[in-house]
């Protein structure tokens, strides 16, 4: 089955610009997104790429798609304190009608003022 | 627009006890999901609802789990008998069809002592 990857932590300057990387397996993935749960709170959709792009530029949100090394990162500019929680890479797989969304464990980004 | 709501947000039980969780999800919302996120891991799919009827509940330990969406509107998930190992967040979603972008609750927190 699709296997998600993502690094456990992260740690940067309030200011700086935080990535967050995250690998996948399956080529077959449409849609591949970034949610971000903070302490006590359910996910929240920040950003999600179509598997047909590249790029995506949303504010302060930059995400890259490497398909043919099926690598996703998101870039956050400016990393504020209110950043700090945990992202989440997911990978939607389109398979016979239902469409689950597999999860990677979570990168918990630390901003330190 | 109202989000999903979610209850009860936490519950304590002892194992071998029987626990069940609500969702209501967005109106008009067709399909329903139910996902188990443990501490420190992604969340994972239990079960997905199109309207009143199953999907995929291939990852549902169908032994002590159950989950009915009658009316295909509200659900409810249901352990019976509880494990140590079902202590986790159980968090609910909602999207208008599938495949599209997916709104998730703020999820039940049970702890199985």
């Known amino acids: 089955g699709e296997d998600v990857e993502q690094s456990l932590f992260l740690s940067v300057r309030e200011g700086d610009s935080s990535v967050i990387n995250c690998t996948y397996t399956d080529s077959s993935s449409t849609y591949l997104y970034w949610y971000k749960q903070e302490p006590g709170a359910g996910l929240q959709l920040l950003t999600y790429i179509f598997s047909n792009m590249d790029m995506k530029q949303d504010q302060r949100l930059t995400v890259l798609l490497n398909k043919k090394d099926k690598h996703l990162s998101l870039r956050i500019a400016d990393t504020q304190t209110g950043d700090s929680a945990i992202y989440f890479c997911a990978d939607l797989i389109p398979n016979s009608g239902n469409t689950p969304l597999v999860f990677g464990k979570g990168t918990r980004l630390s901003v330190i003022a | 627009e109202a989000g999903v709501a979610q209850s009860p947000r936490y519950k304590i039980i002892e194992k071998r006890q029987s626990v069940a969780f609500w969702c209501n999800p967005i109106s008009g919302h067709a399909t329903l999901y139910w996902y188990q996120q443990i501490l420190g891991q992604g969340p994972k799919l239990l079960i997905q609802f199109q309207n009143n009827g199953v999907v995929d509940d291939s990852q549902l330990p169908k032994d002590r789990f159950s989950a009915e969406r009658l009316k295909g509107v509200d659900s409810t998930l249901k352990i019976q008998p509880a494990k140590l190992e079902d202590s986790a967040v159980y968090l609910c979603?909602?999207?208008?069809?599938?495949?599209?972008?997916?709104?998730f609750g703020p999820g039940t927190r049970l702890t199985v002592t």
């Open positions: 979603a909602s999207s208008l069809v599938v495949g599209d972008e997916q709104y």
